[in-house]
């Protein structure tokens, strides 16, 4: 038996669907700037990231406070801060929206890869010689999905992984982490770079004493890889000649090309840059573990599991893998 309903019932029931869906996007809406006013402290910063009007934005959070019947800020002080049951609610919104964006992502999931995101961090060192290959690689095979690399500090890929914001990141050892699964990949040795019309271009290995006596250009203190670099140096009791620190690793390159300085990088960098020679250290500097990382209770998309299939197989190409990888 076929049911029909008169028109008006039809109607109805398209204006209750549309309204549900209406509250809903509002209440999204109010989430997000619930956690913008949270994270500025101030209603018109919250409104100017949120490119909204300042009035529209208070309307909103007032309409939340209503229907929840509680205050979720203090408003009585310069800085507008959360109420205890402000903040108890945020870290239920907080929860709410990543598990719908990973619902999203779950949906938009295509099993035959014709589409898709695959979302990777890495630290500055490993963009320079990992991420163009590792993606050149990835995108012959899967042209549909799309990457996007994030450069990051080494405590910023991990602080992104736990927050859902990548899916991957590429960084070094970490301490252990209830969250964070850390995949070895491979060690990454670190070497001298010189131009190849350097005086000991040609040289097999030089002593740390003859490089601390070198004009040296290095990263800067805020790289992880300098600060192995400064304990290297303490370790061998010896104080090198910093004449130049550059914040990217491409300028560092093209000093060297252009000088008779040297700095040191990993040796997979080196191995890939016309013009330059590595040289080993002696005694050579202790290796680093390269680590895969993914947050343990993550959604993880069929293109991100691509993606780090892809990573796994490739770990050869930079160094030897370590046992078990």
Not at 36 to 54: D, I, K, P, Y
Not at 198 to 209: E, G, L, N, Y
Not at 237 to 265: F, G, R, Y
Request: aromatic share 6%; charged share 20%.
């Amino acid at each position: 038996m076929i049911v029909t309903f008169p028109f008006f019932v039809q109607d109805l029931f398209r204006i209750v669907v549309i309204r549900k869906s209406d509250e809903t996007s509002m209440q999204l809406r109010q989430f997000r700037y619930l956690i913008a006013v949270a994270e500025h402290g101030n209603f018109t910063r919250a409104a100017e990231a949120l490119h909204v009007s300042q009035p529209a934005l208070s309307q909103q959070i007032l309409q939340m406070e209503e229907r929840l019947g509680a205050a979720l800020f203090d408003r009585s002080g310069r800085t507008i801060v959360l109420t205890d049951l402000g903040h108890a609610y945020l870290a239920h919104v907080r929860r709410a929206l990543h598990e719908l964006e990973c619902g999203h992502r779950a949906m938009d999931d295509v099993r035959d890869l014709s589409k898709g995101l695959v979302r990777l961090a890495l630290t500055p060192t490993f963009m320079a010689y990992i991420a163009a290959p590792l993606v050149t690689q990835f995108h012959a095979r899967f042209p549909g999905i799309r990457v996007t690399l994030r450069e990051m500090s080494m405590d910023t890929v991990a602080a992104a992984v736990l927050a859902d914001e990548v899916d991957l990141g590429i960084a070094f050892s970490l301490e252990r982490s209830a969250d964070i699964e850390c995949i070895p990949l491979f060690l990454e040795k670190l070497c001298l770079v010189v131009a190849s019309s350097h005086p000991i271009a040609q040289a097999r290995s030089v002593r740390a004493a003859e490089v601390a006596g070198m004009e040296l250009a290095l990263l800067t203190p805020n790289f992880v890889t300098r600060t192995y670099i400064d304990h290297y140096f303490e370790d061998q009791s010896l104080l090198p000649t910093i004449s130049i620190e550059a914040d990217t690793i491409n300028t560092l390159v093209e000093i060297v090309k252009h000088s008779q300085m040297a700095t040191i990088l990993p040796d997979a960098i080196g191995a890939r840059i016309p013009g330059v020679s590595n040289i080993l250290l002696d005694p050579a500097p202790v290796p680093r573990t390269a680590m895969l990382l993914r947050r343990k209770d993550q959604y993880l998309s069929i293109a991100a599991r691509a993606f780090m299939d892809t990573i796994l197989q490739s770990t050869g190409r930079w160094d030897e893998p370590l046992e078990g990888s």
